[in-house]
Nanobody, 126 residues
C-alpha cells in the first residue's frame, strides 16, 4: 500500500513563493508518474502539474505555466512543486497523487491517478 504525505503549505502574500513536498512510501517511487492537483474553496479538484517517473517530461495547466515547477527526487522518494509569483487565485488545498508509469505525461483527470495524499493548505493573501 502506498502512502503520500504532503507538506510545505502555508500563508504567503501575493507575489511570494512556496515549495510543496510530497513524500511517498510503501512501494518503489520510480514505479509512478506523479501529479499535483488543487481544490479551491467551493471548486472541484483540478489538475496542476505532472511529471514522469524518470523526470524526462513534465506538463502543466496553463494557469501555472512559467510560475510553478514540478520536480522529483527518486532517491528521496519525494516530488516537489515550486510555486513562484503566487496569486490570490492559487489559494487551495494541494494534493499529490500517483499514477502508473506510462508513455504520456499529459494526464489531467482525477481518474488517471490511483493514490492520494491528505493535502496541504496554501493560502495567498492579496
Amino acid at each position: 500500500q502506498v502512502r503520500l504525505v504532503e507538506s510545505g503549505g502555508g500563508l504567503v502574500q501575493a507575489g511570494g513563493s512556496l515549495r510543496l513536498s510530497c513524500a511517498v512510501s510503501g512501494r518503489p517511487f520510480s514505479s509512478y508518474d506523479m501529479g499535483w492537483f488543487r481544490q479551491g474553496p467551493g471548486k472541484e479538484r483540478e489538475f496542476v502539474a505532472a511529471i514522469m517517473w524518470n523526470a524526462y517530461s513534465t506538463y502543466y495547466t496553463d494557469s501555472v505555466k512559467g510560475r510553478f515547477t514540478i520536480s522529483r527526487d527518486n532517491v528521496k522518494n519525494t516530488v516537489y512543486l515550486q510555486m513562484n509569483s503566487l496569486k490570490f487565485e492559487d489559494t487551495a488545498v494541494y494534493y499529490c497523487a500517483t499514477s502508473r508509469r506510462g508513455t504520456v505525461v499529459r494526464r489531467t483527470s482525477i481518474t488517471e491517478y490511483d493514490s492520494w495524499g491528505q493535502g496541504t493548505q496554501v493560502t495567498v493573501s492579496s
